[in-house]
Structures are given as C-alpha cells and as structure tokens.
Nanobody, 124 residues
C-alpha cells in the first residue's frame, strides 16, 4: 500500500501562484508515475499533469505553460507549481500514483492510489 498526503492548497487571487506538495509513503518502490488531477462539482476528475520514472512529463492543454510538475525522488515527493492562476483553476486537486505512466495517461485505466485532495480557490 501507498499513502499520499497533499499540502499547499488555499485561496489565491487571480494571477497568483501556489505550490502543491504530495508526499508518498509505504510501498513507494511500486510507484513508477505520479500525477495531479483536479475536480469541480458536477464534472469528472481530470488529469492536470503527470511525471514518469524517467522524469518525462505530460500536462493538460489548459495548464501548459502555467503549471509545472516536478519531483524529489529522494524524499518521494511530487510538486505542482501553479502560476498565473485563474478562477477556472478552482477545484479540489488530488495527488495520484501508479505502477506505470499509462495508468495516469489512459483515462480508462486510472491510478492505483489517490490522496485525500486539497482545495484550491482562485478568487479576488
């Protein structure tokens, strides 16, 4: 089992920045990809960004150029740096981990593990 604990969410004004963190613990040797999803009420959870074992990254078109995913392998932590935040970025953000990148990139598969979620609100 893997446990994922997120932190860093909160309220920010439009144009502002936040950094989310997700610390993994437990059977971390089984993880080969981590990512961030977000969800708003009434909509499906969507992949925001993912990072694989070779540090290759993917991001959604809606956040490309504004959000950056990175990780600290030594501390089993993944980050999501969010710049130029807009009200439409308001959502609950979830950390996810999987045994293969495909499980994050192919929507019909899905991650093996989820964090509890952290609220990000962009509002003036």
């Amino acid at each position: 089992q893997v446990q994922l604990v997120e932190s860093g969410g909160g309220l920010v004004q439009p144009g502002g920045s936040l950094r989310l963190s997700c610390a993994a613990s437990g059977s971390v040797f089984s993880i080969n990809a981590m990512g961030w999803y977000r969800q708003v009420p009434g909509k499906q959870r969507e992949l925001v960004a993912a990072i694989g074992g070779t540090d290759s990254t993917n991001s959604a078109d809606s956040v490309r150029g504004r959000f950056t995913i990175s990780r600290d392998k030594a501390n089993n932590t993944v980050y999501l740096r969010m710049n130029s935040l807009q009200p439409e970025d308001t959502a609950v953000y979830y950390c996810a981990a999987a045994s293969s990148p495909a499980k994050l990139l192919v929507s019909s598969l899905g991650p093996d593990y989820w964090g509890q979620g952290t609220q990000v609100t962009v509002s003036s």
